[in-house]
């Protein structure tokens, strides 16, 4: 995967096609500037060139997260319906099947609070509600089964 360094100002830019960001509108990869904050000297350029490795090793692995590169705002005002549309993205992006997802994921993701932001609270009010407790089935449902898509990192407010 192709990955530009540029500049803007006074700091060194990556540029690649990347997905949308988490509040965007748009649906499919577009040409994106994610900004290092990098001096324009040797040394900042022999890091933006680590950066630019790194970026395009995992945009054709599927591994890029918008929180790793630094946009954290968006992710922060993510709602829960936002979430779960972001693992169902990772899931069936991953190989996972449709008839699983919405028999064994959406029919216990659907009580969570659609409009809200998700935390902690809402993720364990949906377990102890949907589940027996110290059962095997509510272990399919924390967010540490959820990778993929920045929601560990989120909830631990990284």
């Not at 649906?27 to 890091?47: D, F, H, K, M, W």
Request: charged share 20%; hydrophobic share 35%; glycine share 10%.
């Amino acid at each position: 995967m192709r990955v530009s360094i540029g500049q803007k100002g006074g700091a060194l830019t990556l540029q690649a096609t990347l997905p949308p960001k988490p509040d965007s509108s748009r649906q499919v990869p577009y040409q994106q500037r994610i900004s290092t904050g990098l001096p324009t000297n040797p040394a900042g350029l022999r890091e933006a060139e680590k950066r630019a490795r790194l970026l395009g090793t995992q945009l054709p692995a599927r591994e890029f997260d918008w929180q790793q590169w630094g946009d954290k705002t968006a992710i922060a005002k993510l709602i829960c319906a936002d979430w779960v549309d972001r693992f169902q993205k990772n899931y069936i992006g991953n190989g996972g099947k449709l008839d699983t997802w919405e028999g064994d994921y959406l029919k216990i993701y659907r009580r969570l609070p659609s409009e809200l932001p998700l935390s902690v609270s809402a993720l364990a009010a949906m377990v102890s509600t949907t589940t027996a407790p110290s059962t095997c089935s509510n272990g399919g449902y924390i967010p540490g089964k959820v990778r993929g898509v920045g929601l560990a990192d989120h909830l631990r407010g990284n």
